[in-house]
């Protein structure tokens, strides 16, 4: 079947270490994006990659970094400079040119730091 | 810049009719639609593109004016399963920015 997958549902890390969010798609999506979602500000776009070994910060990328190594992955690290990562995290993957191609959405992965 | 959605919930008994608007202060390419069950992925419902090209839920409609930079999504006879927080995404270059959302229940 093809589909995104996230791992894992849920994550719990302390306060001060880096934890890395796993997206994989095998729809040969070249587009991938993460969103962060907290309850009542909708979705926002952290960030976002066209094409393999190139990516664009989004709306929200600070304390934020990714890598597109492969075309079917796109991890998202938290690391320690973001300030409030308890969040739901959604990854998204489309065909290239999103404006007029739909996304469709992984599971998500719900980040708790402690 | 992140396009704006009103009403921000209804609340709706099954078979009445809602619509949901979505404005953006920048010209539009086009706007997405999405529907997500709580706890679950969104789920694409919609896109309107710029020129009157829709693509997506054939029982599910919506417009699309350019000239106002708006979007109305319009859910008719509601079910139960229509409940959900319903987004709009309005697309440029290479992304999608979302509204806020706009959450929807439907009782029996």
């Known amino acids: 079947d093809g589909g995104i997958t996230q791992s894992p549902k849920y994550l719990f890390r302390k306060e001060g270490q880096n934890v890395t969010l796993s997206c994989e798609q095998n729809?040969?999506?070249?587009?991938m994006y993460w969103y962060r979602q907290d309850p009542g500000q909708g979705l926002r776009l952290i960030y976002y990659s066209q094409i393999v070994n190139d990516f664009q910060k989004g709306d929200i990328a600070e304390g934020y970094s990714v890598s597109r190594e492969k075309k079917e992955s796109f991890p998202l690290t938290v690391t320690s400079a973001q300030k409030n990562p308890t969040a739901f995290y959604l990854c998204a993957s489309g065909l290239a040119g999103s404006y007029y191609n739909e996304q469709f959405f992984g599971p998500g992965t719900r980040l708790t730091v402690l | 810049q992140q396009p704006v959605q009103s009403p921000q919930a209804v609340i709706l008994r099954e078979g009445e009719d809602a619509v949901i608007n979505c404005s953006s202060s920048?010209?539009?390419?086009?706007v997405h639609w999405y529907r997500q069950k709580h706890g679950e992925a969104p789920v694409f419902l919609m896109i309107?593109?710029?020129?009157?090209e829709q693509k997506g839920h054939d029982k599910i409609s919506a417009s699309f004016n350019e000239k106002k930079q708006q979007s109305s999504l319009y859910l008719t006879a509601s079910q139960l399963s229509y409940s959900g927080t319903y987004f709009c995404?309005?697309?440029?270059?290479?992304?999608?920015?979302f509204g806020q959302g706009t959450t929807l229940q439907v009782k029996p």
């Open positions: 729809l040969n999506h070249d587009a």
């Open positions: 995404g309005t697309g440029f270059t290479g992304k999608l920015i």
């Open positions: 309107l593109l710029k020129g009157g």
């Open positions: 920048k010209a539009l390419y086009s």
